[in-house]
C-alpha cells in the first residue's frame, strides 16, 4: 500500500490552460499523473486584464466552462476550468474572494480533493493567494518560468504579491539561472528544473549539410523581432514559422507559416529543418526567460541561432548569438563550413543531461523533500 508523499494530491494552479501549447505545467502535470498522484489542473486564473488580442481565448475559456468535459486526459488527472475574474481591479478581487474562489475550492472538493495537497502554483497573484488559503495545502510550490515582476502588464502590487507567495512557499523551483539566482535572494530552498526533452527528439536524422532550411517553433508573438527572419529570408533562406500566433505579431514577407501540430508529432516534423530560430526580443521580462524548446533544439543537434538573452550565454559556441539580423545572414551562411559531426553530438550530449526522465526525477525529489519536511 502507498503511503506519505506516493498518497500525495497535486493541485496545479496553471498559468496556461491544458489544451495550450505544450509546456512544463501540462508536462509535469502529466507526469505527477503517471506516477500515480492525483493531479487537478486548473487552469489560467489569469494574470493581467484581456485586451482586443484575448477575445479569442476569452471564447475558448466560455466554451471550456459551457462543456467542461475533456477528452483523452492522462488517468489520474483532472481539469478545472476556473469561473474566475482577472486579478487585476478591486472590484475583480473582491468578487474572485467573496464568490467566484470558494466556487473552484469546492468544485475541487466535489472532484475529490482531500484536505492537505501538494500546491503547485505558476502565477503570483491575488488569486492563487486567495486559492491558496482557500485549500489550505500541506506543501507550497512556486514554479516561478518567468520574470513577472518586469512584465509589462503585471498588477501594479504584482512585487507585494510574490513576496507573499514566497513567504508561504515551502519550494521554490526556476528554470533559468537568471530565475535561479534571483530567488536564491529570497527564498532557503530553491531548485533548478527545466521540464527536459522527450526521447523522439533524439532519434532524429542529421541535417541536410547545406543548411538551407530554418524554423521557428511555438507560439510567435510580440516577444519575437520579425527582423532577423526577414533578413534570413531577403537572403535567400528558406524559413518556416512552426505554431499558432499571439496577438497581432507579425511575419517578414517569404516566411512561411506552418500550423500547430500536436506535441507528440513534432519531433517528425522539424526533423525535415537543418537549423533553429530564437529571435527574442531583449527587454527586462525576457531575461528570465530559457526557451521551453531550447534543449528540444539541442537535442536534434542542429544549429540554433539565437539574440543574446541570458539563458544562451553558458552554452558558449552550441548556440550561435547575434543581436544582428545581419550577422544572423553571415552565421547561417558560413553554418555548411563551421558546423560539424563533433558539434552535434555535443549538444546532444548536453540535452541528454536534460531528459525529460531526468528532469522530472529532479523535480519529484525536491517535492518529496518538501513533503516530508
Same mark, same amino acid.
Given at each position: ?100 474562489? !470558494? $466556487?473552484?475550492?469546492? #468544485?475541487?472538493?466535489? +472532484? &475529490?480533493? /482531500?484536505?492537505? %495537497? ?125 505554431? !499558432? $500566433?499571439?496577438?497581432? #505579431?507579425?511575419?517578414? +514577407? &517569404?516566411? /512561411?507559416?506552418? %500550423? ?114
Amino acid at each position: 500500500m502507498r503511503s506519505g508523499f506516493e498518497r500525495a494530491q497535486v493541485v496545479v494552479l496553471s498559468g496556461v490552460d491544458w489544451s495550450a501549447a505544450w509546456q512544463r505545467h501540462q508536462i509535469f502535470a502529466s507526469q505527477l499523473a503517471a506516477a500515480g498522484h492525483d493531479v487537478f489542473f486548473v487552469e489560467n486564473t489569469g494574470f493581467r486584464g484581456p485586451g482586443p488580442s484575448d477575445l479569442g481565448r476569452v471564447w475558448d475559456r466560455l466554451k471550456s466552462l459551457a462543456a467542461p468535459r475533456r477528452a483523452g486526459l492522462p488517468q489520474n488527472l483532472r481539469v478545472i476550468a476556473p469561473r474566475v475574474l482577472p486579478p487585476t481591479g478591486r472590484a475583480f478581487r473582491r468578487c474572485n474572494s467573496a464568490i467566484l474562489i !470558494p $466556487g473552484i475550492v469546492s #468544485a475541487l472538493r466535489a +472532484a &475529490g480533493l /482531500r484536505p492537505g %495537497p501538494l500546491l503547485i502554483a505558476y502565477l503570483p497573484t491575488a488569486t492563487s493567494l486567495a486559492l491558496i488559503r482557500g485549500l489550505d495545502p500541506r506543501v507550497t510550490v512556486y514554479d516561478c518560468a518567468a520574470n513577472f515582476r518586469a512584465h509589462p502588464g503585471a498588477p501594479a502590487d504584482l512585487p507585494t504579491q510574490e513576496s507573499e507567495l514566497l513567504a508561504r512557499a515551502d519550494l521554490v523551483v526556476c528554470d533559468s539561472d537568471f530565475l535561479y539566482q534571483q530567488k536564491r535572494a529570497e527564498h532557503s530552498n530553491v531548485v533548478q528544473v527545466h521540464q527536459g526533452v522527450p526521447d523522439a527528439f533524439f532519434a532524429v536524422e542529421p541535417p541536410d549539410p547545406r543548411f538551407r532550411r530554418l524554423c521557428y517553433f511555438g507560439t510567435w508573438g510580440p516577444d519575437h523581432d520579425p527582423a532577423y527572419l526577414a533578413a534570413l529570408c531577403e537572403a535567400g533562406f528558406e524559413v518556416t514559422v512552426h505554431g !499558432p $500566433g499571439k496577438g497581432a #505579431a507579425p511575419l517578414p +514577407a &517569404g516566411a /512561411r507559416r506552418s %500550423p500547430p501540430i500536436g506535441y507528440d508529432g513534432l519531433a517528425p516534423l522539424l526533423e525535415r529543418f537543418d537549423g533553429f530560430l530564437l529571435p527574442y526580443r531583449k527587454d527586462p521580462f525576457l531575461l528570465g526567460v530559457i526557451p521551453a524548446k531550447l534543449y528540444e533544439c539541442l537535442a536534434m543537434g542542429r544549429p540554433i541561432l539565437a539574440t543574446s538573452l541570458p539563458c544562451f550565454a553558458p552554452l558558449g559556441r552550441l548556440v550561435h548569438v547575434s543581436d544582428d539580423p545581419s550577422g544572423w545572414v553571415s552565421i547561417a551562411r558560413d553554418l555548411p563550413r563551421t558546423e560539424t559531426s563533433a558539434l552535434r553530438e555535443e549538444r546532444i550530449a548536453l540535452a541528454r543531461e536534460h531528459s525529460q526522465s531526468r528532469e522530472f526525477q529532479r523535480l519529484l525529489a525536491a517535492l518529496r523533500a518538501a513533503w516530508e519536511k
